[in-house]
């Protein structure tokens, strides 16, 4: 392990808080993808529910 220095500490600060905020933004976007595919997923399921209730409707029928 090196001996990290003041002067090295300082320096060390500002690029770990800019990885910090590029990481948020990735969370940020990542979590809004994720939303976007559960939602489109929801909306399949629910097309696919739609669906065989009319596949099931279809089979009542004489």
Do not use: D, F, H, Y
């Not at 990290?4 to 910090?20: W, Y």
């Not at 990735?26 to 559960?38: D, E, G, K, N, Q």
């Amino acid at each position: 392990m090196e001996k990290i220095s003041p002067n090295g500490a300082t320096q060390a600060l500002p690029l770990a808080s800019g990885v910090m905020k590029v990481v948020s933004t990735l969370r940020s976007v990542s979590s809004t993808a994720c939303w976007r595919r559960r939602e489109a997923g929801e909306q399949l399921l629910a097309g696919r529910r739609l669906s065989r209730r009319n596949a099931e409707r279809r089979s009542r029928l004489p």
